[in-house]
């Protein structure tokens, strides 16, 4: 099982459980179960962070249309960033196919939290339909960031 997934400018790459090829799941896709292009055998979920390492990367995750994305802005220098990491990770696991937890690194990717004027770290913004829904900061267990995520998408499904 990844830690994480790495992406690129089309998609998310997927390692294959049977057979280790890797898999590029185009953004518009993600939310639909895929099978492994080599062997056929479904790939696995997305139970672990997305790593967005690119503005066309981050543009084209919470652009596409099936699935709320959560973006962990975070940097190597936070230390309340490093304490959240297993907290994110424990968060995506429990939503794997429902959504989608992507982190950002503000000193690889700083354009994306510059235009979003991201103040302090670490930060969460939860993008549905290519839209900012709602933000957080600071460091807080997986529970507590899945509540509020959930009542975020609530409440903007009410809109
Ligand atoms: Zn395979």
């Not at 994480?4 to 896709?29: H, K, M, W």
């Not at 066309?56 to 959240?84: H, S, Y």
Request: charged share 15%; with cysteine; proline share 8%.
């Amino acid at each position: 099982m990844s830690s994480s997934f790495q992406t690129d400018t089309r998609g998310v790459l997927v390692p294959c459980a049977e057979c280790s090829t890797v898999n590029r799941i185009p953004y518009n896709r993600l939310g639909q179960r895929g099978r492994c292009a080599s062997c056929q055998k479904p790939l696995p979920g997305l139970a672990a962070p997305v790593e967005i390492t690119s503005i066309d990367a981050f543009a084209g995750l919470i652009g596409q249309p099936n699935l709320p994305v959560v973006v962990d802005f975070w940097a190597e220098w936070c230390g309340p960033c490093k304490m959240m990491a297993p907290e994110f990770a424990k968060a995506a696991a429990q939503t794997a196919g429902q959504a989608i937890f992507a982190k950002l690194n503000t000193e690889v990717v700083p354009e994306v939290g510059q235009r979003l004027r991201i103040q302090g770290i670490p930060a969460f913004i939860l993008f549905h339909h290519g839209k900012e829904k709602d933000r957080s900061s600071g460091f807080q267990p997986a529970q507590q960031l899945l509540a509020w995520a959930a009542s975020a998408l609530a409440g903007a499904a009410a809109e």
